[in-house]
T-cell receptor, first 113, second 109 residues
């Protein structure tokens, strides 16, 4: 099993550009999450999904969108990138809700200039 | 509000024991997690406590007191590879994880 995979690993965007961060898991997990991690701060939940076709906002959803058309894939879309979105983005999955272990992808380091 | 507090940084010596504390305030509680995160890498699961008491797993142990909103992670026989950040996270009543900022543990020879 590959676990949770994310692409790209690194990306530099100009202000106003858009991009999609890809996330795929092969563990047949229902729950998937997108977090951002800024230096000196805890992980912040952007969006999460409890199954295909179902998504919900987390703590910091503004400027992002998600979709969940399959169990495996949970892409994160950044529209009109801003410097405040410079961060490390982690995708994670779990078999059930957050009372269960989460498995993380390797992360995407995004810089917006 | 919901909050997790843990020390920013700790230093310990190879072969010694270190205890990393975490206090939490959440709306409801469905368990306390500890994750390890090496620099530039993703967090990986270490432990989960939902009942009061100590859970031991090899060199690592985790303790929970629900009445005090307190947990600690105990690392024994420290090795250089234990140099990492240790993240405390609590699951609230909505089964959302509230994360602490992490404790950077520096191991000196």
């Amino acid at each position: 099993n590959a676990g949770v995979t994310q692409t790209p690993k690194f990306r530099i965007l100009k202000i106003g550009q858009s991009m999609t961060l890809q996330c795929t898991q092969d563990m047949n997990h229902n729950y998937m999450y997108w977090y951002r991690q800024d230096p000196g701060m805890g992980l912040k939940l952007i969006y999460y999904s409890v199954g295909a076709g179902i998504t919900d906002k987390g703590e910091v959803p503004n400027g992002y969108n998600v979709s969940r058309s399959t169990t495996e894939d949970f892409p994160l879309r950044l529209e009109l990138a801003a410097p405040s979105q410079t961060s490390v983005y982690f995708c994670a999955s779990s078999i059930r809700d957050s009372a269960y272990e989460q498995y993380f992808g390797p992360g995407t380091r995004l810089t917006v200039t | 509000g919901q909050n997790i507090d843990q020390p920013t940084e700790m230093t310990a010596t190879e072969g010694a024991i270190v205890q990393i504390n975490c206090t939490y305030q959440t709306s409801g509680f469905n368990g306390l997690f500890w994750y390890q995160q090496h620099a530039g890498e993703a967090p990986t699961f270490l432990s989960y406590n939902v009942l009061d008491g100590l859970e031991e797993k090899g060199r690592f142990s985790s303790f929970l007191s629900r009445s005090k909103g307190y947990s600690y992670l105990l690392l024994k026989e420290l090795q250089m590879k234990d140099s990492a950040s240790y993240l405390c996270a609590a699951s609230d009543s909505n089964y959302q994880l509230i994360w602490g900022a992490g404790t950077k543990l520096i191991i000196k020879p």
